[in-house]
């Protein structure tokens, strides 16, 4: 099946009119071949690809005269039913959806700048009013997104999460034609579903401390779930003991690859979507989170990073997964990555500016051989981070050697 999405795009590789789309794609196995000797790990785990719970979806990006993007999109085991665990990938919903609140708020007076304050309304929460990170010493909701972006920051997306609460993120999110996306829960904290539907008292006050704007503490009444039921593996462990059956992820959080390669793709190429199917945030905020989408931790001033700590590679899977390495400086990487109970996920928009080539691609691969959770025995460096390295690795040189009539305009990313 074929997925072709035709537009014309505008200033930049970023802005294009709107366009109409289909939602058929190719096979990408056929492009898969003759991986065996240059690319072992890539070959092994399609060969076992049911094993390894394999999904790739990856985007051919052409241009015409006029720089109007052509996508044509293949797909490998892509099935909307087959539930992962998406880990740190929701981070980049919450942070867009961050925005979004703010432009309908803006009235207030409150930006991404302005410094928020959570406060706490039960036993189980906790006050953030400080962040020593932040050169002004406090937080505020584009601190917190340069912090998710850079290094997939959990505390900082659990105060987004906080701001929105599930009712507003899910409903957003469905609104969107996400419709295979549940976000119900913080992240790596021991909050029951019933907690997590529970959400901090926040306020946005200025340099004198002066309430702009609050929100009490909320509830959400409704309870988020999969409805499907689905479990993983065949045992977990639980409070340091063995419990020999799948772990239920009825409650957990649910983010297909169709709906996060799409979510990227409304970043990058916003106008290949209806009007309401769209982030609604401004230009300046549409690239600050393109940027610091690409940005490798070393590179950042504020917050700053140790680079032994968060090397160049840090959330580069594709092509650059594995031992620390730099990027070369030409390759621009805009991405989210995720990490938790064996899976690992990533999806980028992959641009070489030097040899004027651009590509989606998505990707989320299950590394458990002994199907035990929370065991912290996953094959993550054996074979998840080989695999999307060669897997980007791959399909990077075959767009270098795809013809195209076209060469992109790509003068707009730095």
Not at 145 to 155: F, T
Not at 234 to 253: C, E, T
């Amino acid at each position: 099946m074929i997925r072709r999405i035709v537009c014309a795009l505008l200033l930049s590789p970023f802005f294009v009119n709107p366009c109409l789309a289909d939602d058929t794609f190719y096979p990408l196995l056929p492009l898969l071949k003759d991986t065996a000797l240059t690319y072992p790990i890539l070959n092994h785990v399609v060969q076992q690809q049911t094993k390894y719970k394999l999904q790739i979806i990856y985007t051919q990006v052409d241009r015409d005269h006029d720089n109007q993007p052509t996508l044509t999109t293949y797909q490998l085991g892509l099935n909307e039913q087959n539930y992962f665990y998406p880990a740190s990938t929701v981070k980049l919903p919450i942070s867009l959806l961050a925005l979004e609140w703010l432009e309908q708020h803006k009235a207030s007076g409150i930006s991404a700048t302005t410094t928020m304050l959570t406060d706490s309304a039960s036993a189980e929460q906790t006050i953030q009013d400080s962040d020593l990170s932040n050169s002004k010493g406090v937080p505020n909701i584009a601190h917190y997104i340069k912090k998710i972006l850079l290094v997939s920051d959990n505390d900082a997306s659990n105060r987004l999460y906080e701001l929105l609460g599930q009712d507003y993120i899910n409903n957003a999110l469905a609104a969107k034609g996400l419709p295979n996306t549940l976000i119900t829960h913080r992240l790596s904290l021991p909050f029951t579903p019933e907690q997590n539907r529970s959400y901090n008292p926040i306020r946005f006050v200025d340099d004198n401390n002066k309430v702009l704007f609050q929100l009490p503490a909320r509830t959400s009444t409704k309870q988020y779930l999969n409805s499907d039921k689905p479990v993983i593996g065949k045992a977990y462990i639980a409070a340091g003991k063995m419990v020999h059956r799948p772990m239920d992820f009825s409650d957990k959080n649910r983010l297909s690859l169709t709906d996060f390669d799409g979510i990227i793709k409304r970043i990058v190429f916003p106008e290949l979507y209806p009007v309401h199917q769209r982030f609604n945030i401004s230009k300046q905020q549409r690239d600050f989170v393109l940027r610091y989408m690409s940005m490798l931790p070393p590179s950042s001033i504020e917050p700053k990073y140790d680079a032994i700590a968060f090397p160049p590679n840090y959330s580069k899977f594709l092509m650059f997964g594995g031992v620390n390495q730099n990027v070369p400086d030409h390759i621009k990487i805009f991405n989210k990555t995720g990490w938790a109970y064996g899976h690992v996920i990533d999806g980028a928009y992959i641009v070489d500016v030097k040899n004027q080539i651009e590509f989606f691609l998505s990707a989320v691969v299950y590394a458990n051989d002994n199907e035990v959770l929370n065991d912290d025995n996953y094959q993550v460096e054996e074979i998840a981070l080989p695999l999307l390295n060669q897997l980007g690795n791959f399909l990077y040189q075959l767009e270098l050697k795809r013809n195209r009539k076209y060469k992109p305009v790509l003068s707009s990313i730095n």
